[in-house]
């Protein structure tokens, strides 16, 4: 009965399908995410403080949303594994010599570089916060703590850069795989990829670039 | 002959793949040729080569050819690294060597990709695209004689996109340029010519994903959008087809009463 829908998903059309709307929402939580961080920036980061009590105020909702997102990212992460393990099959033998003609970019071609260093960046920004003791006893303080260490600010600023290439390719693309493609709507992603790239990129790298330069502990 | 430039000749050295059949290992060896007349096709002067190795008494260099006008898609090398090598929408059939110095050394490579096996040096077997054919790249309805003009009507845009994707030439440079090995150009271009004329309407379902099937079944790679496929295209197909196949597909597998 559910065969069609199995058969769906495994076929490399499918596959990009889902690859590009996990993508997309991801992009979706980004944007909030964002949101959320740049309430650091209020009232010296009282307002950042509000906002997770606000969040922590939704309970198992909060709880649901989360579990959403780690399914999300599962999803993406899965098949990353499984298209670049394929795709890299499909050319057992390799040119001795071979050219692009430009149209592959930086950000395509290592899209599972910069997706495998998001994933570790993760894992150790939700030890650093989601995990750490205290953390919601006071966020702006523990955020604080962690940025104004050279170590973990350099970390952080390589890690939205890292952020910035990946969607530099996939945020495109991700229109491409859903078939949302068009001439009038292409002229515009194409550039529009760049610019969530560099919104991205530059938005998450100004808390660390903040806390490391123009924080002090008595301000 | 009149002029000097019709007297000019070039020296080339080649670095062509031999292999002397399907299981045999395979290796570059050099070939250094003289007297390549700045109007020879790559293939002419492939020729010459043989011709040379024949009178030598050894193998010529076995590559695939036919109509050498650019548009049969028998053609198939991989010219530094290039499907086709470096001209823009041009068969290799159709690059001549004045795009060449005298001096130049040129790699020579059949096309890579599982799914196109090495018959033999150049030449690989893409019987894969005509798998992929069979299994709905058709019309079954039977066409009859030549119908009145405009008893079936068809908008000039859809006619000039079916026409664009019906240049496809199945040479396989989108395969043999893609860094996946995917055959979403080629496919796609069948698919979106069928889907957009009338005469596709009735199978156009289980054409797409029949069609994507035997894609699959054939060990290409997944498409990931680098676009490389558009720019060796030989005729030009536009990403736009496989934009357009991803959603004939999702309609399809959503709209489609088989639940298989």
């Known amino acids: 009965m559910l065969r069609w829908i199995g058969n769906a998903l495994n076929s490399s059309v499918g596959k990009k399908i889902v690859m590009g709307l996990t993508g997309l929402l991801l992009v979706g939580?980004?944007?909030e995410h964002l949101h959320g961080n740049l309430k650091l920036y209020e009232g010296d980061g009282t307002g950042f403080n509000e906002y997770v009590e606000f969040l922590q105020g939704f309970g198992p909702l909060l709880v649901l949303a989360e579990l959403g997102l780690v399914a999300l990212f599962l999803c993406h992460i899965f098949l990353a594994l499984r298209l670049t393990l394929e795709n890299r099959q499909a050319r057992k033998h390799r040119y001795a010599v071979r050219n692009n003609r430009g149209k592959e970019s930086f950000g395509s071609v290592s899209m599972f570089a910069t997706g495998a260093l998001i994933l570790g960046y993760l894992i150790k920004h939700l030890i650093d916060y989601r995990f750490a003791d205290g953390f919601f006893d006071d966020p702006k303080g523990a955020?604080?703590?962690t940025l104004s260490q050279p170590g973990n600010a350099v970390i952080y600023m390589i890690a939205a850069v890292v952020l910035g290439v990946h969607l530099s390719h996939g945020f495109r693309s991700a229109f491409q795989s859903i078939g949302a493609s068009h001439p009038k709507l292409d002229a515009i992603l194409d550039k529009a990829g760049i610019a969530v790239?560099?919104?991205f990129a530059v938005g998450f790298g100004s808390f660390p670039v903040y806390y490391l330069f123009f924080w002090s502990p008595s301000s | 002959m009149s002029g000097d430039a019709s007297h000019e000749t070039m020296r080339i050295t080649l670095k062509v793949w031999r292999q002397s059949n399907a299981e045999a290992d395979g290796r570059i060896e050099t070939y250094h040729v003289s007297d390549v007349s700045p109007h020879m096709s790559f293939l002419e002067m492939l020729d010459v080569v043989n011709e040379r190795l024949l009178g030598q008494g050894k193998d010529p260099i076995a590559f695939d050819h036919d109509c050498r006008e650019g548009i049969c898609g028998a053609c198939s090398l991989m010219i530094d690294g290039r499907a086709h090598g470096p001209e823009a929408e041009t068969t290799a059939c159709q690059l001549h060597m004045r795009h060449y110095n005298d001096g130049d050394t040129i790699h020579v490579e059949p096309w890579r990709a599982n799914a196109f096996p090495v018959v033999r040096d150049l030449v690989v077997d893409r019987s894969a695209f005509d798998r992929i054919i069979a299994a709905g790249g058709f019309v079954s309805t039977p066409a009859g004689s030549a119908c009145d003009a405009n008893s079936l009507p068809i908008a000039k845009e859809n006619a000039e996109l079916a026409m664009?994707?019906?240049?496809?030439?199945?040479?396989g440079a989108c395969v043999a340029a893609c860094p996946n090995a995917a055959a979403m150009l080629f496919t796609s271009a069948k698919v979106a010519h069928l889907s957009l004329l009338p005469q596709g309407q009735p199978e156009r379902?289980?054409?797409?994903?029949?069609?994507?099937?035997?894609?699959?079944?054939?060990?290409?790679g997944n498409c990931t959008n680098h676009f490389e496929c558009m720019a060796a295209c030989p005729k030009g197909i536009s990403v736009e087809n496989i934009a357009r196949m991803n959603r004939e597909y999702l309609r399809a597998s959503l709209v489609s009463r088989s639940v298989e």
């Open chain 1, 29 to 31: 939580f980004l944007v």
């Open chain 1, 143 to 145: 955020v604080a703590n």
């Open chain 1, 197 to 199: 790239a560099v919104f």
């Open chain 2, 164 to 171: 664009d994707a019906a240049a496809c030439i199945g040479c």
């Open chain 2, 205 to 220: 379902d289980a054409r797409v994903i029949a069609m994507v099937d035997a894609m699959d079944d054939e060990g290409f």
